[in-house]
C-alpha cells in the first residue's frame, strides 16, 4: 500500500532547464493569477521570470559577470541619488510590478516616487508591486534581443512611467524613452541626466561602460 504523503503532488513545480535555452517563452494552459506567479517565482529563485500582457511568461538565467557589475553600479548610483535627496524608493532586478496592463516585469533598476509607495498597503508591498514604476532602467545583456527590449521600454512607458533608459553597454548607447517624444538616441556619453523626471539625479557611465 502507498502512503498518502507519497500520493501528495506538490502545487507548483520548480523549472529545471539548460541554460542554453535562456530565455525561454512559456504559455500556459490557463493564464496564471497574480499570486500563482508569485508562488512560481518563490520557488525558481535562481531564475527571473516575467509575464507579457497576453500571459506568456519569459524565463531568463542569472546575468553574468560583467553585467552584474554593470547593474551593481546604477543601483549605487540611483541608491546614493535617493539618500540625498528622499524623494522615492529604489529596487534591485529582482523585485517585480505587476503593470495595469497585466503584464508582469522585472526592470534592472526602478524607482517609484515616494507617495505612489506609500500608497501601497503591506500586503501589496510584499509581493509584486501592483503599479508601475516611475523610472526605469534596462541594462542589455549580450543574450537579450534589442527589439523585444525596445518594446519593453515602449510598454514602461504605456504603462504610466515618466523615464525610462535602455543602456546597451556594450555598444555605449543608451536609448532614452519619455512619454509623448521620439527615443533619444545617446552613443558614447560620459554623463546623463535624469532631469527633469529625477531632479539632480546624474548617471556616470565611466562606472558602466
Known sequence: MVPPDAMAQPEA??????ARHMPMRVRP????TDDELFELCA???ELVIERTKDGELIIMSPTGAETGRRNFALIGQLYAWIAREGQGVGF?????FLLPNGA???PDVAWVRRSRWDSLTTEERRKFAPLCPDFVIELRSPSEDLP?????MAEYIACG???AWLIDADARRIRAYRPGRPV??????AQLSGEPELPGFRLDLSEVW
Open 13 to 18: 513545480v520548480p523549472i529545471y532547464t539548460p
Open 43 to 45: 520557488l525558481n529563485r
Open 161 to 163: 512611467a515618466l523615464l
Open 29 to 32: 494552459a490557463g493564464r496564471m
Open 92 to 96: 534591485d532586478s529582482s523585485t517585480g
Open 104 to 106: 508582469e516585469r522585472s
Open 184 to 189: 533619444e538616441i545617446i552613443d558614447g556619453a
Open 148 to 152: 523585444e527590449l525596445e518594446a519593453k
